[in-house]
């Protein structure tokens, strides 16, 4: 019990901490647009059960540790390049963020522009959601997972810390899908977003490095420039109600 009283320990936790939520931020808007084409009763129950499912499937590779040092064994190589088990990974987490979101675009569009009457909407499975939301948060926590064994050697600290993220995505995840659900706009922008993720996600499975302070500050000036856009629709609408 002594190593609860070591300083190094708890800067680990939280460093550790701050890591798994930072980069769950990528979960959150993934979980928010997949939860988006539930029914509203449907909807937190996915979050909880695919978020539930998501810790198992994070600790299952934190606990597999002795199989994440080998990801980055080469398997073969393509275009001069060394590819590895986890850059496969990468690549097709990649492609399938792409292909989803441009997907999700489409029928955003699509349902934007059709007559509402007599037209029921596709609604997606709950099943279906909750699988896709375990199985992509694979992706996403992989290289989180990866550099947590780099950074401590001290498996609790690392199961602690992606119990802590995980909760923390439960309880403001429902907020973020609301929010974005309510602004149709946000709901592009966050799509979009995961457009430019799963494009430094294939970047990364090609060893080409984006580093991901540049992908976080495009999002947040984005999503500013949208926050302004947003107070002056509302300006105006007040000011027209006034007219």
Request: aromatic residues 8%; proline residues 2%.
């Amino acid at each position: 019990m002594d190593w609860l009283l070591s300083p190094e320990v708890w800067i680990a936790l939280v460093t550790l901490t701050a890591l798994e939520i930072v980069l769950g931020i990528d979960n959150v808007i993934f979980i928010s647009v997949l939860t988006g084409r539930l029914p509203q009763h449907q909807q937190a129950s996915a979050r909880k059960v695919g978020l539930l499912l998501a810790m198992g499937t994070r600790l299952l590779l934190l606990f597999s540790l002795f199989w994440l040092t080998h990801l980055t064994a080469p398997l073969f190589t393509a275009f001069g390049e060394e590819i590895s088990l986890r850059d496969v990974v990468l690549i097709a987490g990649g492609l399938f963020l792409m292909a989803k979101s441009t997907l999700e675009i489409h029928h955003r569009i699509e349902d934007a522009g059709e007559p509402k009457h007599g037209v029921s909407v596709a609604v997606a499975s709950w099943a279906g959601v909750v699988v896709q939301i375990a199985i992509i948060d694979i992706v996403f926590s992989l290289d989180s997972v990866i550099t947590a064994i780099g950074m401590t050697d001290r498996v609790g600290v690392m199961a602690v810390a992606i119990v802590i993220a995980i909760l923390f995505m439960m309880a403001f995840a429902g907020l973020v899908s609301k929010y974005v659900d309510e602004h149709p706009t946000l709901k592009i922008l966050a799509l979009s977003f995961l457009i430019l993720i799963g494009i430094a996600l294939v970047a990364e499975g090609l060893d080409l490095h984006v580093p991901k302070g540049y992908i976080y500050f495009a999002m947040a000036y984005a999503l500013a420039v949208e926050m302004v856009n947003m107070r002056l629709r509302k300006a105006r609408a007040r000011a027209g109600g006034r007219d």
